[in-house]
């Protein structure tokens, strides 16, 4: 089946991009920033085997060139195109329902007015109108209808909704409903507008027109889910040759999503992301040993500030989600039994550090400004402050946060490895390179500063020196499972799958065994090989067997998460990967990224209003979809 295929081929394009965006950059919260602006730079997956784009976080919906219409379509494509041509070669006829093919800019159309005199006009009430032939009714329809176009024509609209009303006792017409509901348009009275439009669209459900002036009302009223719907509908239609309609969707799919994002990211319990997250922010940093005071075997009296600073920091050595939230309060406890002496800023440093992980970021970086204060030699600090202000999207900021460690210590590995991922981020990938390399200069045992110069030069087109990056980062690192992991991204990407894959397995070997030793396991390597398996055989249910077991070990990741509602979704299981598009949004960590997440549950959501509202449009979508593929990306 040729259909089928390019949809596949066109699907796990887009998983490849989903693997990029998601974890060739979460190894910090800068990564996660990164994967975040790529996110929202491009990824294109099928609805209903419709492409749709996401981009600066917002989703539309594209199509190819239209398929030519099935024989089912073609008499009505026909007879449209007829009484079009009708109209143009006799102007002068009055024409009742044909005349909208050709009403433009959503106005009723006048052209068709005949020269009635107004004298001729008939009036006609709820009384009268029983008492009239068919032929009068037609005939005074069409009369009535021609002197509303007029009247509105002049703007007079409240003549113009009486002449409508009076056509439509004559004759149900949906023009005679649609154009007076344009009254009420002009008249900002959306409710009516509504009103109208739907007995329009319920006499002729593929009525546009009538479609696109309901969501504009719907829009105007804050019903942006419903206004969403109809521009969907007319998109479909309209085999999305209507520019301004596709934009109308996208528009309506940000506002909902953002709508909606509020409303969780207001009722969102503070509380620590999933530990594959926290783990790979709190890496990105080089660990330190225990500070001098706050050795193992320093002598501390329980329950004291000391204590608890000791206590926070091995127990952040489990990466579990129990040794995260032990360590969170452990440094609450901290601050609050005082008496801390010389580690008075790292307390607020580590505190600060997890009430961002939590997204209560204000009082996050009230916490740093204060360790600051106390201890300005931290330059960790600084870089997560930047970190922060990077988030908010205070570029500035960082990049005067980095200036300030600079000027406290030019010679800390840790400042140079995030600004490179502040370079990264920005495209700016020669710069990246050269702070990821002074970072090695200067500390050369830091894993991640290897495998992200890796990922750079690879971005930079230097596949060669990125491959050779990472088979130096498998000699001197051999037995870290990140750089097998992060290979196997870039040999995704090159679809080497067998290679790939085999990466993959030794990261997830690693990460099993390890999990005796320090608790937490990387998720990761499990989601990867679940898109490598899927793109290299479209093995479903093997990629979802994989991101179970993720979810399993990691119940709160997102990407996880994430990754399934794609895979349900490129099966057609549209009901499910609505629910996990949901639950990413929930598990989601920013806004930035609830909405991103709740973009994609929308834009699902309102494929199964489509399916269920307009039956006959889903099944053409679905032919639409799989012709006007191939050729997408
Ligand atoms: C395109 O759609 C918009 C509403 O989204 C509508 O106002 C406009 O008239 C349409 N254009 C055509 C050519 O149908
Ligand atoms: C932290 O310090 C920075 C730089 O001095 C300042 O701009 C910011 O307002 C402070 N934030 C808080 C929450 O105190
Ligand atoms: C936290 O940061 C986000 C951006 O990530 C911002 O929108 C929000 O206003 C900040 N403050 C709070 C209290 O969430």
């Not at 010389?342 to 009430?355: K, W």
């Amino acid at each position: 089946m040729a259909s089928a295929r390019s949809t596949t081929a066109a699907v796990s394009q887009s998983a490849q991009d989903a693997a990029h965006t998601t974890s060739i950059a979460t190894s910090s919260f800068l990564d996660r920033a990164s994967a975040w602006y790529r996110d929202n730079k491009i990824a294109a997956w099928t609805i209903a085997g419709v492409t749709v784009v996401v981009a600066g976080g917002t989703v539309y919906y594209l199509s190819t060139s239209p398929r030519p219409p099935k024989v089912s379509e073609l008499d009505k494509q026909s007879k449209r195109e007829r009484r079009k041509a009708i109209k143009k070669d006799v102007p002068k006829t009055v024409e009742t329902e044909e005349s909208r093919a050709d009403t433009k800019a959503g106005a009723p159309q006048t052209a068709s007015v005949t020269e009635e005199a107004p004298e001729e006009l008939p009036q006609v009430t709820e009384q009268s109108v029983g008492s009239l032939s068919d032929q009068d009714r037609n005939n005074y329809a069409a009369k009535l209808k021609a002197a509303g176009n007029k009247a509105y024509g002049s703007k007079d609209y409240n003549k113009a909704i009486d002449l409508y009303g009076q056509a439509i006792l004559c004759k149900p017409d949906p023009v005679f409903y649609s154009n007076r509901a344009a009254c009420w348009n002009a008249m900002s009275n959306w409710e009516k507008v509504i009103e109208d439009t739907t007995a329009a669209i319920s006499l002729d459900p593929e009525y546009v027109k009538a479609l696109n002036r309901r969501a504009n009302a719907y829009e105007q009223d804050g019903q942006y889910s419903e206004a969403l719907l109809d521009y969907t509908a007319s998109c479909i239609i309209d085999q999305f040759r209507n520019e301004s309609s596709a934009q109308a969707v996208e528009r309506l799919l940000k506002k909902v999503a953002e709508t909606k994002a509020k409303a969780i990211m207001e009722g969102k319990e503070k509380k620590l992301p999933s530990p594959t997250f926290v783990s790979n922010y709190l890496q990105s940093f080089r660990a330190q040993p225990l500070p001098a005071g706050l050795e193992e075997t320093a002598d501390l009296e329980e329950n004291t500030g000391k204590w608890y600073m000791r206590k926070g920091l091995q127990a952040i050595q489990q990466r579990t989600s129990e040794g995260y939230d032990e360590a969170s309060a452990a440094f609450d406890s901290a601050l609050s039994s005082g008496n801390l002496e010389s580690h008075e800023g790292l307390a607020y440093n580590m505190r600060g550090t997890f009430r961002y992980l939590k997204g209560d970021n204000d009082s996050a970086l009230t916490d740093l400004n204060k360790s600051l204060d106390l201890d300005p030699a931290l330059v960790q600090s600084y870089v997560k402050r930047a970190s922060m202000h990077l988030e908010q999207n205070k570029r500035d900021d960082a990049a005067k946060d980095f200036e300030l460690a600079m000027e406290h210590n030019a010679n800390d590995p840790d400042i140079f490895y995030h600004r490179a991922q502040l370079h990264f981020i920005l495209s700016e990938f020669s710069a990246a390179a050269t702070d990821y390399q002074k970072s090695i200069d200067l500390d050369p045992a830091f894993i991640f500063s290897h495998i992200q110069l890796g990922v750079t030069q690879y971005k930079m087109g230097s596949i060669a020196s990125s491959m050779a990056t990472f088979r130096r980062c498998i000699k001197n690192f051999g037995e870290k499972s990140d750089v097998y992991n992060y290979y196997g991204e870039l040999l995704l990407d090159q679809q080497k799958y067998s290679e790939a894959v085999e990466k993959f397995d030794t990261a997830v070997e690693m990460e099993r065994k390890s999990v005796g030793e320090r608790g937490g396991m990387n998720v990761l390597p499990l989601i990867n090989k679940a898109l490598a398996l899927f793109q290299w055989r479209q093995d479903f249910s093997a990629a979802e067997e994989l991101c179970q077991k993720a979810l399993i070990i990691d119940p709160e990741c997102d990407i996880a998460v994430a990754t399934m509602a794609q895979l349900l979704l490129q099966q057609g299981k549209v009901t499910q990967a609505l629910e996990y598009f949901q639950r990413a949004a929930e598990l989601s960590r920013t806004e930035g990224e609830v909405v991103n997440a709740l973009s994609y549950a929308e834009a699902t959501r309102t494929q199964l209003d489509v399916q269920e509202k307009y039956p006959q449009l889903a099944a053409r979508l679905q032919g639409m979809g799989a012709a006007g593929m191939g050729g997408m990306r």
